[in-house]
């Protein structure tokens, strides 16, 4: 009987849920498709008690005015394809299959440039957070794969 690698198990939950998120997103922006997503966004501001006319809600506001339903399907699009890789991605972990680990190691390490570039342009407790969990699976991975190459050739 095969046994069970609680950081791999650790891994594929944390990916399953990336991937939860990201259908929750894309079912989101599906349902908002022909709505009028300006007045949406007013709402979303107004019930956080935010000003409409400072910077960030209005700029917020712009952009979902701006949104067409096809972006919006694209989006929502993406946002399936992204969740999808994430929940084959996370299965694949599971049960240990050789080849996810392998692209949880090249995918997790494709972030790492754009989150330093963001965390050197933008700190932020979230952005130090996410490259650092990053990180850790990143190492991880590439300890358990090259451990077990390493294992294979002896």
Known sequence: MRTVNKGLRLV????????????????????LAGHNLRQFAESIVSHAHLNPASHLPSIFINALGHLSDSNLMLLALGAFLYSLVRLVEAYGLWHALVWTEWF????????????LYELFHH????????????LVIVGYMAHMLFAKEESRST
């Open 123 to 134: 700190t932020s407790v979230l952005g130090v957070s996410v490259l650092f969990v990053n």
């Open 104 to 115: 949880a190691l090249i995918s997790g390490a494709i972030y790492v440039p754009f989150e």
């Open 12 to 31: 594929a939950i944390l990916e399953a849920f990336k991937g939860l998120i990201s259908l929750c997103v894309g079912l989101g922006l599906h349902v």
